[in-house]
């Protein structure tokens, strides 16, 4: 009975399908024969046997996120989504064939006269290539409500075979440096690590993941390490997540409960594609914490702000620039500021500035200069006035306390309360 039903409402979605889009619509049962599979226009003249193209196909949308396009062999162009019920592929929508090329172009591929495949090119729904992803996107999407999956659980999917193929091919990358490049990559990591925190601590999920997934390649990249050798590498990179987190304003017995929960839950996990997933639901969840109290504590306006000043105050942004993000006149955009965040904007980039400085300092041996520049400041000398302000002492004074007396170093915005 349930497939009795599932099938009809795959035939509704193809049906409803082509009629709003004019592009032919097949309902393909995966367990039948070669009559379930579309129809090619040259089926009978001069073509070749489709049906495994597209029952292959079928088995690639519904490994690869629920959308695959493709050409079958006579180069007409095709998409499909799969049915799916209790994980399980059972049925297929495929939408097609439809016509991206010229005519012409086409001709040269077939043995028969010009007229003849003209005729039968003169029945296939022409489309420009650009509107195809649009096309297929709003299958999938049909697709997915057939099957009763819901619209997260597609994007998890497509979000996991994203994640994958970027760290492959991180991994690759790093397979083809020498000796020396990989030598560099032990500071390159430092400074990834640092990226990350500054990311989690504005809330900028997008980078967040990026270099959250830059740093598991480079983990993943040895090779030789045993599983808990791994695991322990994990649990490292989770814990600069949660203080990043717990800096960015995120409450820190919720981040520590998180924290504690990992460190029972990693020990189920033993492959790095498993691995990968599970750190990427742990770092959207921290995130998201990060994002929704700046929101309740600044209003959604003002955490919009400190969020767009903490993905561009390395960059000099201006108080216009970030009004104009936040659609608010700068004058009025600067009161608020003020009063939201007790602190004028410009002593909040420069707040943001020195404290992105302080990590170098200590974690690198990147001379005084260039720390500056990194920071965001162009005048090596305002580096040092400001620094001082808010430290009470020089940036090299601060790299020389942070190595000898590493307990005594402090926040700045522990700093900024006293004062």
Not at 175 to 203: F, H
Not at 374 to 390: N, P, R
């Amino acid at each position: 009975m349930a497939g009795t039903r599932l099938l009809e409402l795959a035939q509704q979605v193809a049906s409803h399908y082509e009629a709003a889009t004019g592009v032919r619509c097949t309902v393909m049962n995966l367990s039948a024969g070669k009559n379930h599979v579309p129809q090619c226009p040259f089926q009978g003249i001069d073509c070749h046997d489709c049906a495994e193209t597209h029952r292959y196909c079928a088995n690639l949308s519904f490994r690869f996120g629920g959308s695959y396009i493709y050409f079958c062999p006579s180069s007409l162009l095709y998409w499909s989504s799969p049915i799916v019920r209790d994980g399980l592929l059972h049925y297929a929508i495929v939408a097609g064939p439809v016509l991206v090329f010229e005519p012409d172009e086409l001709l040269a591929e077939f043995s028969l006269e010009s007229s003849t495949v003209q005729n039968k090119l003169e029945l296939v729904t022409r489309l420009p290539i650009e509107r195809i992803h649009g096309f297929a996107e709003n299958l999938r999407m049909c697709s997915g409500w057939a099957s009763g999956i819901c619209e997260q659980t597609m994007n998890e999917n497509r979000n996991q075979l994203d994640q994958q193929s970027f760290m492959n091919e991180y991994i690759q990358e790093l397979k083809g440096r020498s000796w020396q490049d990989n030598v560099q990559s032990a500071i390159e990591s430092l400074n990834k690590e640092a990226r990350l925190q500054e990311a989690i601590r504005c809330g900028d999920k997008k980078n967040s993941l990026k270099l959250m997934n830059e740093l598991l390649g480079m983990i993943f990249f040895k090779g030789t390490e045993s599983i808990a050798q791994t695991r322990l590498r994990i649990m490292q990179l989770i814990l600069i997540i949660s203080r990043a987190a717990i800096q960015g304003g995120a409450a820190e017995e919720e981040i520590l409960n998180i924290s504690y929960r990992c460190q029972r839950e990693i020990n189920r996990y033993s492959d790095q594609t498993s691995i990968s997933q599970w750190l990427s639901v742990v770092l959207h969840q921290i995130t998201d914490m990060v994002f929704k109290t700046n929101d309740g504590r600044y209003g959604p306006l003002i955490a919009q702000a400190v969020r767009f000043i903490g993905r561009n105050f390395d960059k000099n942004v201006t108080l216009n620039q970030t009004a104009e993000a936040v659609m608010l006149s700068p004058t009025y955009f600067s009161k608020l500021f003020n009063s939201e965040m007790g602190i004028s904007f410009s002593q909040y980039v420069n707040k943001l500035k020195i404290e992105k400085s302080c990590r170098f300092l200590l974690d690198t041996l990147v001379p005084v200069a260039e720390v500056a520049q990194i920071a965001g400041f162009t005048d090596q000398s305002y580096f040092s006035k400001v620094f001082k302000q808010q430290l009470g002492m020089t940036p090299y004074a601060f790299r020389i306390r942070g190595r000898f007396y590493p307990d005594e170093t402090f926040e700045i915005h522990e700093t900024s309360e006293k004062e």
